[in-house]
């Protein structure tokens, strides 16, 4: 990840200042507030014509009179937390979604200049805010042009193949039902921009056109991947479009799943075993029980596959199933850069193998931004204390991402769950440690700092120290599970005190001591085991009802 520092941002605002404002500059006095409709429609347009014009980067900046070119002081959003939020609500009104590179605060010999960073629309795809589309005439904001848009989307039409007309294809080909939930995601996905009224009301030609799946009501290879009937994959022949699914291990299975793509993934999905998993044991912190594997994670992950598939290979994509991981492979180089580029979403690549293909999929909701999407998966997996995904783009002309389903190392959890705040930067280096893989220098200082790790460079191993981790003894205190034995001897001295205890008299005496890392519903079940396990074992019985329980001290504890 490239950072700018602040003398190299202040050379480039005295460049972009003697250029003045262009397609892919403008200038704004802005004070405390501005329309965020309005950031969003300058963002897009911003993106749209770096990319007719091919450069890296456009810029919208906040803190420079756009009339007498001064440097005035801003004050919009001065809270970095609400400045950094505008990146999301910028994600959700945008198609495909899209955000600033970076948010650049500088001072200027006392002023606040905010510089917003524009990367460039991906080629073959423009972006549209709030399901319109803009563009810069000169220094004006206003619609981007019919021939701008057929600019943009000619770009790759004849080298993308999912773009391909079939010229055999008809709409008996494609499949109703898939058609049905693609208006309903369409629909979800624009929930903003169009009324779902609207959207039923469209014949299928009109929808498939505004999905990016046909062209002029003429059915494309992309069309008949996503919503094609099963029994017409004839018309895509000699190349494959299947996605496999097999189970290795004590167990073995397999299963081909063919078009529709849309309605396929969800089904490879449920092929797979997800069962919960307790990441940590009893004696450790607090024991999480979390899903093996996130639905989110792996249908992004199926769907990047089939958004970057080289289908002209003839190959498959396979989703492998093992006891601790799952493996997904697709065909073809990774296309722009390396995927440890995408990992902390700052960068947007520039082109697509399958940019058609890419449009329609973000369309229908099956793939929520450009450039995103290893990012989510990373920062899904580390919200949920897993091990990160890994790449391998080592074999010519495969891209193997590997989900872990299993622990590596228990501290690397525990960490986790104590430093919900740490960044996805640490993570990523932490993840590295326990996988007994190099790191930076720069990351290993941080870690060593927060002492998370320890041990000779060469041989970095998780920190068990939990406390010293958090830096916050007290709140480890508060977080540490104790042994069942201390809570079952509570209880007893409290009924030797008082004679009996309610329910009531339980929860009140242990809720509070529970670690804070449980939720309330998790702290009520802990008591009821307990209680029952005392009972069980005689230690106590119940003198009240099964409604109203009465908890006295069994023959043995009287």
């Known amino acids: 990840m490239t950072k700018h520092t602040d003398a190299e941002l202040k050379r480039t605002l005295t460049r972009l200042i003697a250029a003045w404002e262009s397609e892919v500059v403008e200038f704004k006095n802005v004070g405390d507030s501005y329309s965020t409709s309005d950031i969003g429609k300058y963002l897009t347009a911003l993106a749209n014509e770096a990319n007719l014009r091919d450069v890296d980067t456009a810029w919208l900046v906040f803190g420079v009179d756009n009339k007498t070119r001064e440097i005035v002081d801003s004050d919009y959003r001065r809270d970095r937390a609400r400045l950094d939020g505008l990146k999301q609500q910028m994600t959700e009104d945008s198609s495909p979604s899209i955000c600033f590179r970076e948010i650049h605060e500088i001072d200027v010999g006392g002023d606040r200049v905010l510089m917003f960073e524009i990367p460039a629309a991906p080629r073959g795809i423009a972006i549209s805010w709030n399901g319109h589309y803009y563009a810069r005439s000169g220094e004006s904001l206003g619609p981007l042009s019919i021939a701008k848009q057929d600019e943009i989307r000619g770009q790759t039409l004849e080298s993308d193949w999912t773009a ?104 490879l999905y449920e092929r797979i075993r997800n069962v919960q998993i307790r990441i940590l044991p009893a004696d450790s912190l607090i024991a999480v029980e979390v899903a093996k594997y996130d639905q989110k994670i792996v249908l992004e992950s199926i769907h990047n596959c089939i958004a970057h598939q080289d289908y002209r290979l003839g190959a498959r994509i396979v989703v492998t199933e093992m006891l601790d991981r799952i493996v997904l492979e697709n065909s073809g180089d990774f296309f722009e850069g390396h995927p440890d580029d995408y990992v902390f979403g700052t960068k947007t690549p520039r082109s697509y193998r399958n940019p058609f293909l890419m449009q329609a999929m973000t369309r229908l909701n099956m793939i929520d931004t450009l450039g995103y999407g290893i990012h989510r998966m990373y920062v899904g997996q580390a919200r949920r204390y897993f091990p990160l995904p890994d790449y391998d783009v080592s074999e010519h002309g495969t891209v193997r991402l590997t989900i872990p389903g299993a622990l590596v190392d228990e501290a690397y959890s525990r960490i986790l769950i104590q430093k919900t705040d740490l960044p996805l930067e640490d993570v990523f280096a932490l993840d590295r440690v326990q996988k007994g893989l190099p790191i930076e220098s720069q990351a290993l200082k941080r870690l060593r700092r927060a002492k998370l790790v320890e041990g000779r460079k060469n041989q970095l191993h998780v920190s068990e120290q939990v406390a010293s981790i958090t830096g916050d003894k007290a709140r480890y205190i508060r977080t540490r599970a104790q042994d069942d034995a201390h809570y079952k001897q509570l209880i007893l001295d409290f009924i030797g005190r008082f004679g009996s205890a309610s329910r009531e008299d339980v929860d009140e005496l242990l809720l509070k001591n529970l670690s804070e890392a449980l939720g309330e519903e998790q702290k009520r079940t802990k008591v009821s085991n307990l209680l029952t396990a005392m009972r069980r074992a005689g230690t106590i019985h119940n003198a009240g009802s099964r409604t109203q329980p009465r908890w006295k001290l069994g023959e043995e504890q009287s």
Request: hydrophobic share 40%; no cysteine.
């Open 164 to 267: 391909g007309i079939v010229a055999d294809a008809e709409r008996r080909h494609l499949s109703d039902d898939a058609i049905e939930k693609a208006r309903e995601n369409f629909a979800i996905k624009h929930a903003r921009s169009v009324d779902v009224d609207e959207v039923t009301s469209w014949d299928d030609r009109t929808f498939l056109d505004r999905a990016s799946l046909t062209i002029d009501g003429q059915i494309t290879r992309a069309a008949l991947l996503l919503v094609g009937e099963p029994t017409s994959t004839h018309l895509l022949s000699p190349y494959l479009a299947q996605l496999v699914w097999k189970l290795v291990g004590p167990e073995q299975g397999n299963e081909i799943f063919t078009p529709p793509y849309l309605l396929a993934t969800s089904a």
